[in-house]
């Protein structure tokens, strides 16, 4: 089934009684879920959707993080209106996951996150060394530059932002195809950089909120230059009743390197909770 919320096709397969609300990143599409829709779609609800301006077929303007919050609430509540969500985040989609879960708790049952952790902690950076700080930002910037070049110069400037899209990740080895990327799945990195639309200054801080709010299965990979969590964020995680910290010997798309072995993971842990 696919319902339409604010111009955005919302895509429901499944009909179990628990209902997992998939959200993915850079520089993806509700594909990324496919083989995970695919494991669990005989015992629960999958609802993905593809982000706002992020659906090269539809595009739409992005959306700040306040914005952001407010459709996937409504989504939520379309969805399961009796009934809280387990949140299936990766990337990007952790922030704006991570921020919905702090602003409406009552609505998310617990939060399975993939590769991304505390991403505004001030352990974060610290766990960080220098090569690896300049290693986040000389991508990050990179993509937030490409965003802005296709909002200020409009048709010729997309075509060039467009290019330094697709260039960045192939770079970063992003298994999705590069026909479905495209320059306006580059605003989060304006947001955080350049505090366009708004930008993240207010959003929650996740490690003192998060990790011990509710049942939470982290996944990372640890073939990466640098982590995207921090050790306390870990330590939290596995201190919480339910909760728990799995590594695996992949990159940052975990679900693509490894689909076998992450479904079953999640059906295991999905079951147990």
Known sequence: MVLKIQ??????????SDTLVMLHGWPDTLALWNDTVQALSDTHQCVRFTLPAFDAHAPMQAKSLVEMVSFIHEVVITVS?????????????????YEY???????VKRIVA???????????????????????????????????????FK????SVA??????????????????????????????????SLGGFDNAANVLKLLPLA????????????FMFHSPEWLEKITAHPGSLVEAF????????AKPEQFTALLKEWLAAT
């Open 162 to 195: 467009n290019r330094m899209t697709r260039y960045m990740a192939q770079a970063l080895r992003c298994p999705s195809p590069l026909a479905d990327m495209h320059s306006g799945m580059n605003s989060p990195y304006a947001m955080k950089w350049m505090g």
């Open 114 to 152: 993939v590769d991304v952790g505390d991403h505004n902690s001030h352990a974060l950076l610290s766990s960080w060394t220098t090569k690896a700080k300049w290693g986040v930002f000389s991508y990050q910037i990179w993509l937030a530059v490409a965003w802005q070049i296709a909002r200020w």
């Open 249 to 256: 010997d992949t990159g940052h798309w975990v679900m693509s």
């Open 214 to 225: 509710r049942p939470m299965l982290y996944v990372y990979g640890r073939r990466k230059p």
């Open 155 to 158: 048709s010729p400037g997309k």
């Open 7 to 16: 111009g955005v096709e919302i895509q429901i397969e499944g009909k179990g």
């Open 101 to 107: 879960a702090a602003q409406h708790p009552e609505r």
């Open 81 to 97: 209106p009796q009934k809280p969500v387990t949140l299936v985040l990766h990337d990007w989609g952790c922030v704006f996951g």
